[in-house]
């Protein structure tokens, strides 16, 4: 089946402004998580979502930082008063039941966030 | 903040070669995860070794697990221009289920 999608891509705003990020993880997994990737940084954790809840959301940086996954399936990330230290690429991953360490995580291509 | 340090941060060879990379990070751990990341964006799990494991193998892949020293290495043999990626690894430790990854290595393969 089709793997984990983010739409935009690419995604250009001026600072200010409010911007809304879409994870599809793949059909079925219960487990989806939301990373920040920085140039020349690894991945960051943002939030951790298990089911429709937020089971984890520690890595949320400031209250601009908001993530949603209403029916258990497709995610948003929206981010208030963007700032140019937002821009970078922003990963979605997903894995069957996100309890156990083996659980492998599907990640997405990303959504290159640019902020002018 | 991030957890493991990849080493070097850069790795230049030609196809054939072997290519290895190491992680080090500072607490204990749970496990140890390598993936891989083309052009900056989605990244491929590739092995996940436990912390009572010492090595494992998946392919062209090998990797050790040193938890006394609190290190990790990837090896590649017989690298190919299509190995041209980075590589990251990620570790997960107490309870958490959430990775941290390192800054990763970036290696380049010539043809």
């Known amino acids: 089946g089709a793997g984990v999608s983010q739409t935009p891509s690419n995604k250009v705003t001026e600072k200010g402004k409010y911007v809304e990020l879409r994870c599809d993880p793949i059909?079925?997994?219960?487990?989806l998580y939301w990373y920040r990737q920085s140039l020349g940084q690894g991945p960051e954790f943002l939030i951790y979502f298990q089911g429709t809840g937020a089971a984890d959301d520690s890595g949320l940086p400031n209250d601009r930082f908001f993530a949603v996954r209403p029916e258990g399936s497709v995610s948003t990330l929206k981010i208030q008063r963007t700032e140019r230290g937002d821009s970078a690429v922003y990963l979605c991953?997903?894995?069957?039941w996100g309890g156990g360490s083996t659980d492998t995580q599907y990640f997405g291509p990303g959504t290159r966030l640019t902020v002018l | 903040s991030q957890q493991g340090e990849e080493d070097p941060q850069a790795l230049s060879i030609q196809e054939g070669e072997n290519a290895t990379m190491n992680c080090s990070y500072k607490?204990?751990?749970?496990?140890l995860q390598w993936y891989r990341q083309n052009s900056g964006r989605g990244l491929v799990h590739l092995i996940l070794i436990r912390s009572n494991e010492r090595e494992k193998h998946s392919g062209r892949l090998r990797v050790t697990l040193d938890t006394s020293k609190k290190s990790s290495s990837l090896l590649i043999t017989a690298s190919r221009a299509a190995d041209t990626a980075s590589y990251f690894c990620a570790t997960e430790s107490g309870g958490s289920y959430i990775p941290t990854f390192g800054r990763g290595t970036s290696l380049i393969v010539h043809p």
């Open positions: 607490t204990s751990i749970n496990n």
């Open positions: 059909s079925g997994h219960t487990a």
């Open positions: 991953a997903s894995s069957s």
